[in-house]
């Protein structure tokens, strides 16, 4: 075949990592001059930006007055093990899985804490189970958005309003990106890291009054060490939900994840970022649809994300390889791109099927996006004439 001449144009900001992600645009070291290091995260100063990451976090995320929202250790996999390990058991569990992290959940609810009474709900990946048969009597444990297969629950229509169960939905690549209906939502989870492309390390943990209730009403039936603990004779720790963190967090991280809060409200909040991120997945989709090599891991386009897009060739030579073939073929285009120094780190996750994954979220350019699809084909048409 004719390998395709280097394009001219590239990314200015090269970097598509699906996690950490990238910083927001025109991000400088100079965004973190004040920090509160050196000083105790319990000072007045420190407990005084903490609690601003809480209610920036309420104001940019419209999350409702009587959800409480706290900082947790642990990034995204903390918040969603301290949720799980301090609330279920009281009911039987839906637990939905379509990707590796939804997988590792049920890993959790199974394998370590050892519920019986558990409905797992699962599909293969670019695939979503059937929303419409999940028991809502029973508490309900997804992810929004598939990290590692790029598919999304389409909205949150599906989702009893008289339940009996609690929700659990880890947000973490889509909050920021997607509008998520709180109302539906009992416990949410994220991590500053992927949408708001802000540092590693800590999570966030939202609950409803219903999911205080469900805390201040049940005591698990296995010990809880101090990290998951989140109340005390009985009643919420109330202070983890105004900046008194259980652990010690990092006051440069949190200042960061300030800049970047601040940073949505300047361009327009969530409204803003939700616009970016659906620009971008639309370039991807514009692309997709030329180009003969590659199609979407996700097979229904409703269920697509518009942050970590996964990507498959499908190219009939390519087809024709084993298994183990087509994974070094894929290796090889993100190996040419890195070499390039065009595109960074947009390999399909570890546990997922070989191809690409593109994040698309709100801290990258569409102009950037633009600007890699040409490299995307020179890779493919480069790595296919070394065959």
């Not at 996690?19 to 004040?34: F, Q």
């Not at 009587?66 to 918040?79: E, H, L, M, R």
């Not at 699962?122 to 695939?127: F, K, L």
């Amino acid at each position: 075949m004719t390998v395709i001449i280097k394009p001219a144009l590239r990314p200015e900001n090269t970097h598509f990592s699906s996690g950490p992600c990238s910083k927001r645009p025109n991000w400088s070291l100079d965004a973190l001059k004040d920090a509160a290091l050196g000083r105790s995260h319990r000072s007045k100063l420190g407990k005084a930006k903490l609690a601003d990451a809480i209610e920036l976090t309420r104001e940019v995320l419209q999350i409702p007055a009587d959800y409480k929202i706290g900082i947790v250790p642990g990034s995204d996999t903390g918040a969603v093990e301290m949720a799980l390990w301090s609330m279920l058991g009281a009911r039987g569990v839906d637990m939905l899985a379509w990707e590796s992290f939804g997988a590792g959940w049920v890993t959790d609810v199974v394998k370590q804490l050892k519920l019986e009474n558990v409905t797992l709900r699962d599909a293969e990946y670019g695939q979503l189970p059937a929303l419409r048969h999940v028991n809502f009597d029973n508490d309900v444990v997804f992810t929004w958005n598939g990290t590692t297969s790029g598919v999304r629950v389409p909205n949150g229509d599906w989702i009893a309003d008289d339940r009996k169960g609690l929700t659990f939905c880890d947000a973490t690549s889509a909050v920021f990106a997607n509008d998520l209906p709180w109302d539906k939502l009992d416990v949410t989870t994220f991590s500053w890291q992927k949408v708001l492309g802000s540092e590693g390390a800590h999570g966030m943990l939202i609950l409803s009054p219903r999911a205080v209730e469900r805390l201040e009403s049940y005591t698990p039936a296995w010990p809880l060490p101090k990290i998951f603990r989140l109340t005390k004779g009985g009643k919420l720790i109330d202070a983890i939900f105004t900046g008194a963190t259980i652990n010690t967090p990092s006051m440069l991280a949190v200042e960061d994840y300030l800049d970047a809060l601040n940073w949505v409200k300047e361009i327009g909040g969530l409204d803003a970022m939700i616009d970016r991120a659906d620009r971008n997945a639309i370039e991807i989709a514009a692309w997709v649809a030329k180009a003969d090599w590659v199609d979407f891991l996700p097979e229904n386009a409703h269920n697509r994300s518009n942050t970590s897009i996964c990507l498959k060739v499908v190219d009939a030579d390519i087809l024709a390889l084993d298994a183990k073939a087509q994974a070094v073929f894929a290796k090889k285009i993100v190996a040419l791109l890195d070499a390039e120094e065009v595109a960074y780190d947009i390999g399909s996750y570890k546990d997922a099927p070989a191809g690409l994954r593109i994040w698309a979220g709100s801290t990258i350019e569409t102009s950037d996006i633009i600007a890699l699809t040409p490299w995307l084909d020179w890779a493919f048409s480069t790595a296919k004439a070394d065959l």
